[in-house]
């Protein structure tokens, strides 16, 4: 009785209302769910030259509102779907997949939870998971494995680079081969390129971003075009190489830059410029990403580390500089450390008349410290945890203040980790 208890608490999270039975317009049975937990459909939504069809098929397809957000008649579906390891599975009745019903044996860890809040997906029966292959997580071949899903961080084929030993902070030159995640943004108006913003490599197909990146008035700036990897000195077309520590006179050299047509964006379908909240992104590859010494993805986070955040808790943001008119880019690549501020002690900074914002739980702060802030990383850049040999993307940077880098006032983030499901939901092989 007390495991029923605790798994129809797990899923009423998730599924804060209950679903009911439709009928979608290609037939057969379907699900009224929010848009977001319907990846067919949602697949429609941001496909870019939709057709009269697809217009038609959203239209009757329709079946309601969530407060806000659009409700549709999606399929019932039992085919793949992708594991919070980032593992490909089915998505099956929970008792169907013994691995992961084990994980709900009294007493049910906070890990455990979490983990199966994140394996719930939409299927035919009332409690159903994505259900992988329950096998231990073999580490390395990471060159053969990335695809485009996010991979499991148990095997090390996310958030770990060759530069930790040389980690230096507060707004001063990274090493060249550290966060080979990070990327950069090229938007393309009359025949000029411009670096506007930032993001995060996530699998082999996909980049994290904001919203505010890919949507709304950057758009008049430049279109994006493309997606710079492995960069260190945007003033250098050639190797960028910089001296070995000791004085030897030796130099490491990192690859040539790698530049990928983008083949989509993604803008998080509730994004609002006004009160800026869901301000996220993806950006899909053209092409898979490789995987190297210069180019990798980091990891997504594996629990919310800010509900109970270790004593001084520090968080890192990196990148080339931000689109602010009182800070001047840099030409190499830059990372701060910056330390986490609870939410109560943010809002207070933006309840003033100059500086207005209703924060809520898509959000979380770091900062205000002063001459330190994100502006040190581009828009749509990563706000960084080392979870242990890992890094997490925790937040992706959304707005601060102006001037950035003002004593008692902290950036805001877009926090990541309320977005696993969007995410996940919004990849294609």
Request: net charge neutral.
């Amino acid at each position: 009785m007390k495991l029923l208890l605790i798994i129809s608490a797990i899923f009423a999270v998730i599924w804060n209302v209950n679903t009911q039975s439709c009928s979608p317009p290609s037939g057969g049975t379907g699900n009224c769910v929010i848009i977001q937990n319907c990846a067919p459909l949602l697949q429609l939504v941001n496909k870019p030259n939709r057709t009269p069809a697809d217009f038609d098929t959203l239209r009757k397809s329709a079946c309601g509102f969530e407060g806000s957000l659009p409700k549709v008649c999606c399929p019932a579906q039992t085919n793949t779907c992708t594991t919070p390891n980032g593992e490909q599975g089915k998505c099956i009745n929970l008792y169907s997949c013994p691995h992961v019903a084990s994980l709900l044996r009294p007493p049910v860890s906070k890990e455990n939870m979490q983990f199966v809040q994140k394996s719930t997906c939409q299927g035919p029966d009332q409690y159903n998971v994505c259900c992988g292959s329950g096998q231990p997580v073999q580490k390395g071949n990471c060159e053969t494995r990335l695809s485009a899903s996010p991979p499991d961080p148990r095997t090390e084929c996310c958030g770990v680079d060759s530069g930790s030993s040389n980690k230096i902070t507060g707004g001063t030159a990274t090493s060249i081969d550290q966060y080979p995640w990070l990327s950069l943004i090229e938007y393309v108006k009359d025949n000029r390129i411009k670096l506007l913003c930032g993001g995060a490599l996530i699998s082999g197909r996909y980049v994290l971003t904001a919203a505010h990146c890919v949507a709304g008035a950057v758009l008049e700036l430049g279109t994006p075009k493309n997606v710079r990897l492995g960069e260190y000195d945007t003033t250098n077309n050639g190797q960028d190489c910089v001296p070995v520590e000791g004085g030897t006179g030796a130099t490491d050299c990192a690859d040539p830059v790698l530049i990928v047509p983008i083949e989509r964006t993604i803008p998080h379908q509730q994004y609002s410029p006004q009160t800026r909240r869901n301000d996220i992104g993806l950006i899909r590859l053209a092409q898979p990403a490789p995987f190297t010494d210069f180019i990798r993805p980091i990891c997504l986070p594996t629990s919310d580390q800010t509900t109970s955040p270790p004593n001084n808790f520090k968080l890192y943001a990196a990148g080339w500089g931000a689109i602010n008119a009182t800070h001047s880019k840099s030409n190499i690549k830059l990372h701060v450390d910056l330390p986490f501020v609870r939410q109560d002690q943010c809002q207070e900074a933006y309840s003033q008349s100059r500086r207005k914002a209703a924060l809520w739980q898509g959000q979380l702060c770091a900062g205000g410290e002063k001459d330190k802030d994100s502006c040190k990383g581009d828009s749509g850049g990563p706000l960084m945890y080392e979870n242990g040999r890992t890094w997490e993307i925790i937040g992706v940077v959304s707005f601060g203040p102006t001037p950035c880098g003002i004593e008692d006032s902290p950036g805001v983030y877009t926090k990541t980790y309320e977005y696993l499901n969007w995410i996940r939901s919004n990849i294609s092989p």
